[in-house]
Nanobody, 124 residues
Framework: QVQLVESGGGSVQAGASLRLSCRVV????????MAWFRQVPGKEREFVSA????????VYAEFAKGRFAISNDNTKNTWDLQMNSLKAEDTAVYYC?????????????????WGQGTQVTVSS
């Protein structure tokens, strides 16, 4: 059984920073890429960022460029999302995800595993 568990969400003021973390619980597995998505009630889940297992490639949504940074620590089976200069519109439930198979498209990749989500609330 593989589980992804997010942590680090919370409520902050606009301009503040948060660091989200995702860890693999249970059976370890080979993964090609790890990602973060977010979802606001009533809207579709949207891609935030992704990184390949070796860290050689990462991609960001336009709104995340320059403010968010994804990283991974494969020795700990974790990956993080550092979020700086948070805005009210970043308020959402953030989900981590992992993919076992190779793909050239990390944004639209079919991710195999998902976390339960962690709430991020940014007040202006």
């Amino acid at each position: 059984q593989v589980q992804l568990v997010e942590s680090g969400g919370g409520s902050v003021q606009a301009g503040a920073s948060l660091r989200l973390s995702c860890r693999v619980v249970g059976r370890s597995f080979l993964r090609y890429a790890m990602a973060w998505f977010r979802q606001v009630p009533g809207k579709e889940r949207e891609f935030v960022s992704a990184i390949t297992f070796g860290g050689g490639a990462s991609v960001y949504a336009e709104f995340a460029k320059g403010r968010f940074a994804i990283s991974n620590d494969n020795t700990k089976n974790t990956w993080d999302l550092q979020m700086n200069s948070l805005k009210a519109e970043d308020t959402a439930v953030y989900y981590c995800a992992a993919a076992r198979r190779y793909s050239t498209d990390l944004v639209n990749h079919n991710y195999d595993y998902w976390g339960q989500g962690t709430q991020v609330t940014v007040s202006s």
